[in-house]
């Protein structure tokens, strides 16, 4: 079993910027009881217009897969879905620069 870092980019929905962080202040929590994320640092950001990044690294693909049928995690899913939309990086003014900041998060 191999790892797999992923960046995720989080764009709150109008009106929904304290609800995106509270999902994802909680989300890695979820993640590391359920089994399905190594122990290194989560690392949790964001863009100058709001978007919420978020880089951790998944214990292998199968605990992906896992995650795809884990009701906590479907649960926790559904929360994102009603916050904010899934984004690509490359939407972010940030991603245009060699050394792209966003401002840290303290969760």
């Known amino acids: 079993m191999t790892s797999r870092f992923v960046i995720a980019a989080f764009k709150p ?9 509270a999902v994802v202040e909680k989300h890695w929590g979820i993640l590391q009881r359920e089994g399905l994320v190594t122990d290194r640092t989560r690392y949790a950001m964001q863009a100058t217009d709001g978007t919420i990044v978020e880089v951790f690294e998944w214990l292998s693909p199968e605990a992906i897969e896992k995650a795809h049928h884990n009701p906590a ?4 899913w559904a929360e994102f879905e009603a916050a904010c939309e899934y984004v690509p990086l490359a939407s972010l003014p940030e991603s245009l620069h060699p050394f792209s900041e966003f401002q840290p998060l303290p969760f």
């Open 13 to 21: 929905k109008p009106g929904k910027e304290a609800e995106l962080g």
């Open 73 to 76: 995690v479907l649960a926790l």
